[in-house]
C-alpha cells in the first residue's frame, strides 16, 4: 500500500508537470518575443528575492509533517485537528510578516540589478503584485501538509496542477494581446485565489472529522529553530546565482543562465516529486517497519541513478543544440558550464535520497553542518569566480563544489549513526559506480552525433529520441549486469495489483 501511493503521488503529478514544462517553454519563448528579455530577467529576478521571504515560514510545513505521521497512522482525529488548528492560525502570522517585509524590501530590489534602464516605480509595482501571488498561496498550505502527512498527495495535485496548467496558457494568450507585465501578474492572483478556494473544497471533501476550529497545538514549533538555519543555508546555496548574476552581470545574463536552468530546473521539479510523493512514505517505513530501511534506501538510490542516467545523457547531448533552435545562438553557453549545468541537476536527482531519508527521520539538527557547509562553500565560491571573470560557469562550480563536500561526503553518515547503524560503504561504492556508468555513456553518445548535423527542431527531435532509447536500452543492461534492478521489479508488482 505504501509503494502504490507513493506512485499514485507521483503520477498525478508528473503527467501534468510534462505538460507545463512545455507550456513553459512556449511561454518563454512569447515573453522574449512580446515584452523583450529586459523585463523577463527582472521577472525571473522577483523569483529568486521572494525565495528569501520564505524564511518567515520558518520550517512549519515540514515540521508539521513530522508530528502529523504518528496522529495519521493511528487515526486519532482531536489530536490531527489541534495539530492543523495550530498550522492554520501559524501560517496566518507568516503571511502577514511576509507581507510587510515583502513591501520594505521592495524599493530594494531595482539596487541589485545592474545597469538597470527599467522605471525603478514598474519594478517596485511588479514586484508587490508578484509578492502578493506568493503570499496568497499559503492559506491553502494547512490542507496541503495534511493531504502530504497522510500521504494523499494525488488527492489534490491533479486539481493545483491543472490549474496551473490554465494560468499559464492564460499569461501567453495575455503576453501576447495585452504585452503587459502588470496583466500577467493579476492573471497570477487571480487563478492562486481559485486555486485557494479549490484545496478549502477537497479538504472538507475527504476529511470531514478534521476541524480547524479544535484547540491549537503548537507542538511542531519544538522542531523549527533546527529547520531555520537549513532554511537559511538552502535559500544561499540555490536562490544566490540569479542574483548574482543580476548585480554583477546584468539582465541579459540572466536571460542566459535562465534558458538553460529553465530546462534543468523543470526536470528537476519533476524528478523532485520523488522527495514530495515519498517522504510521508518513508517516514511511515522508519515507524513501522525500521529494519527495512537501509535495504530500501540503496535500491531507492538505484533507482534515482537509472533517472539521473536515462535523462543527463540525452541532455548532456542536445541541450545547447535545443537552446540554439528554440531561443537563439545568442542565448547559449559553452561546454564547460553547459557539463556544470547537468552535474548540478544529476547530483540534484541522486540526492533526493539524502533528503528524504534525513527528512523523514527529523535529523534537522543532525544535519546542520551540511546546511552551513553548503551555503558558505557556495556563496564564497561563487563570488571568487564571478569576480574573477569566470562569469555564470564559476556560479556553477560554486553549486557543485558546495554540494559534493557538503552532502556527498558527509551526510549519508550521518543517516547512517541515526538511522541505518550498518556500513555506508556500500552507499559509496555503488554511487561511484553508477555515476562510472553516466560519464561511459556520456562519452559513448557524444562520440556518435560528431557524425550528425541538427539543422531544426524536427531533426533535434527525431535524433533525441533515438538517442533516448538507446541510452535507456544501454542503461538497463549495465544496471541488469549489475544486479542493480530491483526497483523494476517493485514497480512491476504495483502495476500488476492497480
Same mark, same amino acid.
Given at each position: 500500500m505504501r509503494t502504490k501511493k507513493v506512485f499514485l503521488n507521483l503520477l498525478s503529478e508528473v503527467l501534468p508537470q510534462l505538460i507545463i514544462a512545455v507550456i513553459s517553454f512556449v511561454r518563454v519563448k512569447i515573453f522574449l518575443t512580446y515584452i523583450g528579455d529586459e523585463i523577463l530577467g527582472v521577472y525571473q529576478?522577483?523569483?529568486?528575492?521572494?525565495?528569501?521571504?520564505?524564511?518567515?515560514?520558518?520550517?512549519?510545513?515540514?515540521?508539521?509533517?513530522?508530528?502529523?505521521?504518528?496522529?495519521?497512522?493511528?487515526?486519532?482525529?482531536?489530536?490531527?485537528?489541534a495539530l492543523i488548528s495550530g498550522v492554520k492560525k501559524s501560517f496566518n502570522y507568516v503571511m502577514m510578516a511576509m507581507l510587510v517585509i515583502g513591501c520594505a524590501l521592495s524599493f530594494l530590489v531595482p539596487h541589485l540589478i545592474a545597469e538597470n534602464t527599467l522605471p525603478n516605480p514598474f519594478i517596485i509595482t511588479c514586484f508587490i503584485l508578484t509578492l502578493l501571488v506568493n503570499v496568497l498561496g499559503y492559506f491553502s498550505t494547512t490542507y496541503t501538509v495534511l493531504?502530504?502527512?497522510?500521504?494523499?498527495?494525488?488527492?489534490y495535485s491533479f486539481y493545483t496542477q491543472g490549474l496551473l496548467i490554465l494560468r499559464n496558457i492564460a499569461d501567453i494568450v495575455v503576453i501576447i494581446f495585452l504585452k503587459n507585465l502588470y496583466a500577467v501578474l493579476v492573471v497570477e492572483i487571480l487563478f492562486t485565489l481559485l486555486q485557494?478556494?479549490?484545496?478549502k473544497v477537497l479538504y472538507k471533501k475527504n476529511y470531514p472529522n478534521i476541524s480547524v476550529k479544535e484547540?491549537?497545538?503548537?507542538?511542531?514549533?519544538?522542531?523549527?529553530?533546527?529547520?531555520?538555519?537549513?532554511?537559511?543555508?538552502?535559500?544561499?546555496?540555490? /536562490? *544566490?546565482?540569479?542574483? !548574482?548574476?543580476?548585480?554583477? @552581470?546584468?539582465? #541579459?545574463?540572466?536571460? $542566459?543562465?535562465?534558458?538553460? +536552468?529553465a530546462i534543468t530546473s523543470v526536470i528537476s521539479n519533476i524528478i523532485g516529486k520523488f522527495s514530495s510523493s515519498t517522504l510521508a512514505s518513508v517516514g511511515n517505513l522508519l515507524v513501522a517497519e525500521p529494519k527495512k530501511a537501509y535495504n530500501v534506501f540503496l535500491e531507492y538510490n538505484d533507482?534515482?541513478?537509472f533517472?539521473?542516467?536515462?535523462?543527463?545523457?540525452?541532455?548532456?547531448?542536445?541541450?545547447?543544440?535545443?537552446?540554439?533552435?528554440?531561443?537563439?545562438?545568442?542565448?547559449?553557453?559553452? /561546454? *564547460?558550464?553547459?557539463? !556544470?549545468?547537468?552535474?548540478? @541537476?544529476?547530483? #540534484?536527482?541522486?540526492? $533526493?535520497?539524502?533528503?528524504? +531519508?534525513?527528512g523523514a527521520?527529523?535529523?534537522?539538527?543532525?544535519?546542520?553542518?551540511?546546511?552551513?557547509?553548503?551555503?558558505?562553500?557556495?556563496?564564497?565560491?561563487?563570488?571568487?569566480?564571478?569576480?574573477?571573470?569566470?562569469?555564470?560557469?564559476?556560479?556553477?562550480?560554486?553549486?557543485?563544489?558546495?554540494?559534493?563536500?557538503?552532502?556527498?561526503?558527509?551526510?549519508?553518515?550521518?543517516?547512517?549513526?541515526?538511522?541505518?547503524?550498518?556500513?555506508?560503504?556500500?552507499?559509496?561504492?555503488?554511487?561511484?559506480?553508477?555515476?562510472?556508468?553516466?560519464?561511459?555513456?556520456?562519452?559513448?553518445?557524444?562520440? $556518435?552525433?560528431?557524425?550528425?548535423?541538427?539543422?531544426?527542431?524536427?531533426?533535434?527531435?527525431?535524433?533525441?529520441?533515438?538517442i533516448f532509447i538507446l541510452n535507456f536500452g544501454l542503461t538497463f543492461v549495465w544496471f541488469k549486469l549489475l544486479g542493480k534492478d530491483e526497483f523494476f521489479k517493485r514497480i512491476t508488482v504495483v502495476f500488476k495489483r492497480s
Open positions: 529576478l522577483f523569483g529568486q528575492v521572494l525565495a528569501y521571504l520564505s524564511l518567515a515560514e520558518l520550517g512549519l510545513t515540514d515540521a508539521a509533517m513530522y508530528f502529523l505521521y504518528k496522529p495519521l497512522y493511528e487515526k486519532k482525529n482531536k489530536d490531527i485537528s493531504f502530504n502527512a497522510d500521504q494523499n498527495k494525488y488527492k485557494n478556494l479549490v484545496m484547540k491549537p497545538n503548537y507542538v511542531f514549533w519544538s522542531k523549527t529553530k533546527s529547520l531555520i538555519p537549513h532554511k537559511i543555508g538552502g535559500l544561499i546555496a540555490y /536562490n *544566490i546565482d540569479v542574483i !548574482l548574476v543580476s548585480k554583477i @552581470l546584468g539582465l #541579459g545574463h540572466v536571460v $542566459i543562465y535562465n534558458a538553460y +536552468y533507482m534515482l541513478f533517472i539521473a542516467n536515462i535523462i543527463c545523457v540525452p541532455l548532456a547531448v542536445f541541450l545547447t543544440p535545443f537552446i540554439s533552435l528554440w531561443y537563439g545562438a545568442n542565448y547559449t553557453v559553452g /561546454n *564547460i558550464t553547459m557539463y !556544470l549545468f547537468i552535474f548540478n @541537476l544529476l547530483y #540534484g536527482i541522486i540526492r $533526493i535520497i539524502l533528503n528524504v +531519508y534525513s527521520a527529523a535529523l534537522y539538527k543532525e544535519t546542520l553542518i551540511c546546511t552551513y557547509l553548503e551555503a558558505l562553500i557556495n556563496l564564497v565560491v561563487s563570488l571568487v569566480l564571478i569576480l574573477n571573470g569566470f562569469g555564470i560557469a564559476g556560479l556553477l562550480a560554486g553549486t557543485a563544489s558546495s554540494m559534493l563536500i557538503s552532502e556527498f561526503m558527509i551526510k549519508p553518515s550521518i543517516l547512517n549513526k541515526h538511522i541505518f547503524k550498518s556500513s555506508i560503504s556500500k552507499y559509496y561504492l555503488d554511487s561511484l559506480i553508477l555515476f562510472i556508468l553516466i560519464i561511459v555513456n556520456i562519452v559513448i553518445f557524444k562520440f $556518435i552525433m560528431n557524425y550528425f548535423t541538427i539543422s531544426n527542431l524536427l531533426i533535434w527531435f527525431i535524433y533525441g529520441i533515438v
